[in-house]
């Protein structure tokens, strides 16, 4: 199949083709390769066609959605599909310090603690003392 592809693909391939065949063969080629690309480009055609009628249903659907109150999570709940999570807020600072390089930094409180709250902590202060 690919040697076919490439004599077609090919001007000089279909020339030494052509120059052993008869005008009465190539014609019936020309129009058998006609009527396949008019059956592809109509394929397309409905195929398009198809997706655009598609769109515009969902489209209605939306509008109506939205006319109604109804939000995508309320749907997908009552459809049973698994509704989409929503990012978690970030937390806010909770701590302030200043590390080594003598720059304020913050804290949340979440993860491991700073290496400068932690030296500090290990002297005998308190987290307290970093509170904001």
Known sequence: MAEVLKVLTNIRSLRVLARNESLELLESILEKLQLVISEKREELLKIQQEEKERQERIAKYKDLLKQEGITVDELAEILGAEVPRKKRETRPAKYQYV???????????????????????????????FEI
């Open 99 to 129: 590390d080594e390089n003598g720059v304020t930094k913050t804290w949340t409180g979440q993860g491991r603690t700073p290496k400068a709250i932690q030296t500090k902590l290990d002297k005998g202060q308190s987290l307290s003392d």
